[in-house]
């Protein structure tokens, strides 16, 4: 079954939710001196995810939007 998204939608996009979970924990409040750094610090996030933050990561990989049928559309 194929499901409708909007081109543009943040919310919806799986990459976009993992990202916003790697700010807030990792880099949030943080300044780092190179881009170096920076990139350590999120590579260094993003493996302990499986296994530290799994339940974090299955709350953000479930899809959190209601489907409509065509017919609640023509009862309205």
């Given at each position: 079954m194929l499901l409708f998204r909007p081109s543009h939608s943040p919310n919806l996009n799986v990459i976009e939710r993992l990202w916003r979970l790697t700010k807030k924990k990792a880099?949030?409040?943080k300044r780092y001196a190179d881009f170096a750094t920076f990139r350590a610090a999120s590579d260094e996030y993003l493996d302990r995810i499986?296994?530290?933050?799994?339940?974090v990561l299955a709350s953000l990989m479930a899809q959190k939007f209601q489907t409509l049928d065509?017919?609640?559309f023509l009862t309205a």
């Amino acid at each position: 079954m194929l499901l409708f998204r909007p081109s543009h939608s943040p919310n919806l996009n799986v990459i976009e939710r993992l990202w916003r979970l790697t700010k807030k924990k990792a880099l949030r409040g943080k300044r780092y001196a190179d881009f170096a750094t920076f990139r350590a610090a999120s590579d260094e996030y993003l493996d302990r995810i499986p296994t530290d933050h799994r339940e974090v990561l299955a709350s953000l990989m479930a899809q959190k939007f209601q489907t409509l049928d065509s017919d609640s559309f023509l009862t309205a």
